[in-house]
């Protein structure tokens, strides 16, 4: 295995090497290149090691792991590249893409438009990734997770499938919690889901100030049509369905 | 800009697999999540071959991509790990032997946006040029300064926290 290096300013980035390696660069830049490294030891033993890694990787046809899930155990099938590339063609063209089932590709990190609110489902012991489709039972333990581009406000609220409607973050307070920017925050409260079955709907309040929580908690418990537009903040929601296992 | 091509693909498996590879292990510190990564990245672009449009180079949009899914992997291992320790801390121990300042990175890097976390691996983990990063990230290179900036007072913060 490579190991890392600490890099001279005047040197070339592992980027430069790794293009070098593979064919990228036009003649003067693989020339200049080539040049600075004829007379670097630190970049020529890089450059070195970068071709190494690549003939070691291409002698041993590092296996291509094509996992798939089946409900939710996970396997894997350990295959070349090339039959994985003509079995999926041969797939394709006779069941089309569904046949394949689904790759399991992880969230996207949140951007722009991005998904803002995540959940994630601990059961026996064996913790998974929640999203909408996926049955919940009570006794699981839900933890969100929020991205924000920007810091602000936080709140979450929640309806069950009693039509209760109830402050799951910030516990006990009255008003929304400041929140920090950041990929897949933790919010600080996890929670062991209770009896009551049915759909459960989730709104995360994203807000510029510290908003007070109690009439957005009795507006959700006095109606069924959701939340209505709040100002000064942005709504982002979920819903999973609780079930009996 | 016509798609890659499955062959194509596969050529590139084989001629920039091991870059992936070796920078997949260095984010995520097992060979095993680094392993399936690689896999992840190809497995996308095989399924997806128009993300790559020819625009940049094929080993530039290989950071990028590799960048976003290390990222994605550390931030959903978190979540899990937090999540296992507080409700049933019996079940899983934390890996040990990890060298401490890729622990803090890896850290700190779930705790600024997805731009911050991106400038923070090219500059400190890869250390790209300030050049070389905008190349990668599709930006100008002023605003990488501002990100690195940002980035750097984020860190002293942190330091200053008890």
Redesign the interface.
Known sequence: ??E?R??EARCI????L??LV???LGPAEECEMLGHAGGCEACRARLDA?RA??R???EK??P????RRTGDRRRAMMLG??PI?AA??CLILLFGRRALGP?P???????KGGRALEF?V?RH?E?S?GNEQMSIHPGD?V?F?F?S?RPGYLAILSVDGAGRANVYFPAGADRAAAF???????VPV?T?LDDTLGDERIYALQCDTAIVLEPIRAALAGGPDGLPPIAGCVTHTLRYRKEKP | MPALR??E??DA???????V???A??LLGNEHDA??T???V???L??HPQQFGKRS????WL?AATT??C???L??G???A???E???PA?EASPAGKVESMLELRRLL?????EM?QACVYHY?????QD?IAA?MGCSRRHVGHLLERLRARMCGEVGRP
């Open positions: 295995m490579m890392s600490r890099r980035s592992d980027l430069g790794d293009r593979g064919g990228e970068i890694d690549q070691s990787f291409a046809q590092a291509f792991v094509l996992p590249l090339a590339l999926a063609a790759v590709v992880p969230a996207p990190l949140p951007t994630y601990l012991g913790v990734a333990a933890e997770v991205s581009q920090q920017e950041g990929l897949g925050q933790p996890s062991i | 499955p062959e693909i596969e498996y084989r001629r920039h697999g091991h870059g590879l070796r920078r292990r260095r392993t399936e690689l896999h992840e190809f497995i996308d095989l399924e180079s094929l080993v530039t950071y976003h899914r990222l994605n992997r931030r959903n978190r979540t899990r937090r999540l296992v507080r409700h049933a079940h779930g705790s600024v946006s997805e976390a983990v890869d250390e790209l040029t070389e990668v």
